[in-house]
């Protein structure tokens, strides 16, 4: 098998497991549906003071389902001892991590959305012209977040504590993207042009490179053994 | 070999104090409270190259499967974090008297701030991890990418802070090439730096005598 088929196996596979319990989808949608109400009410009713901090408030449930989806990368594998299994794929362990990242980013997508869809319903966020360049700053920051976010499962799956470890480990390295998202995602909402945010886009990208790359390359030395 | 250089630190350390309180002038606007910054500014300068030397033994790690870089890395983590978290106190307490707060949200204070979180998860990472072996591999995974991430924190946080808001009472004052105020911080920068070598070394050998009584 080539090493595309091999990533595209891997993802197919935890897509599938998804599709048919649909356990991690159903949760994050219930989720961050609570989230919504959460956030209504600690930042209370008045519509102005909502407006100045939607943006970040926005990626605040973004990243937290993040957290939640990203820390389950590997659970599957390991509640159903098929651990072994994912390791005795032949070849270069990258394709399993190409293939983990594609499966979660498609499935962070579909929360991200769904909370999108619910704030503009319930927070009465007017997306307008704002949703390509939006759609640009999602995608990248969601690339950004599961790159580092698989990797991360992957190294604290077999850990002590790993639901506190690995918030623990991801958010700090995560503040550039988190930066950069909100940032981008506040000037878009004022009606500004995606040529406006460049600088963020291209920290944006430059970040996701790094990430990624490192981790294909170091993915290896984490499954080992 | 590590006595020596433990003696040499401690006599670097005095030479600094002396030189910080006695040759450094008074700074005419800040007062005596300036003198902090031949402990501060030494202490932040350290912790970058613990952090640095953390990522090269990293790499090394990884490459090789040395142990030795392994606690090298360690090492280098533990006293960075300790050297990070004294230098953001320190500025904390120059902060209140000179800026009238003990923090704000300044882009070189956040990046030093994130550093700090990142590299307490380094440690943390490595406090949950029993087998020796699998701890070096995860947290030289880590160490590279908390490395090559802090290029990116350090220009998302100086956008942050700059695009909207420009530095304001950031400056404190009397850094300006004056060789009185240069030679103090650059001996105590020498005495931290040495500080920093003897504590690598004296927490690596504990390291390596801890993984021979358990092998």
Known sequence: ????????????????????????????????????????????GDRERLAAVLPGVLWLGFVLS?????????????????????????????AIYLGKLAGNLALMLVVEALVLGLFVVFFDIDLGRALPGLLVVVLLGTLGLAAV??????????????????????????????????????ALLLGEPLGAVGHWVKLLLAADVVYVVVSLLTFDVVLEA | ?????????????????????????????????????????????????????????????????????????HASGEVGVMFVGLGIATGSIWGKPTWGTW???????TSVAILFVMYLGYLLLRGTIDDPERAARYCAVLGIVAALDIPLVHFSVYWWRTLHQPPSLMKPGGFTGSSSILWPLLVNLLAFILLYVYFVARRARLLRAQAEAIA
């Open chain 1, 1 to 44: 098998m080539s090493y595309a088929r091999r990533a595209l196996a891997v993802a197919w596979k935890d897509l599938a497991v998804e599709r048919r319990s649909k356990e991690t989808l159903n949760a994050l949608v219930f989720f961050s549906l609570l989230l919504l109400f959460v956030f209504q009410f600690t930042l209370g």
């Open chain 1, 149 to 186: 976010g698989t990797l991360f499962a992957a190294m604290t799956a077999n850990v002590r504590a790993r639901e506190l470890l690995f918030p623990v480990l991801l958010l700090p390295v995560q503040i550039p993207v988190l930066l950069a998202t909100v940032k981008a995602t506040e």
């Open chain 1, 66 to 94: 993040a957290l939640l989806a990203l820390g389950r990368t590997f659970l599957v594998e390991r509640e159903h001892d098929c651990w072994e299994g994912l390791l005795l794929a032949p070849g270069d362990k990258s």
């Open chain 2, 103 to 109: 923090w704000t949200w300044d882009a070189r204070l």
């Open chain 2, 1 to 73: 070999m590590v006595k020596t250089l433990g003696w040499l630190t401690a006599a670097a350390l005095a030479a600094g104090l002396v030189m910080a309180f006695g040759v450094a002038p008074r700074e005419v606007t800040q007062g005596n409270v300036q003198r902090i910054m031949y402990v501060h500014v030494p202490l932040i300068l350290a912790s970058y190259v613990a952090f640095v030397v953390l990522a090269v033994a990293s790499l090394v790690y990884l490459v090789r499967r040395d142990p030795a870089a392994d606690g090298v890395a």
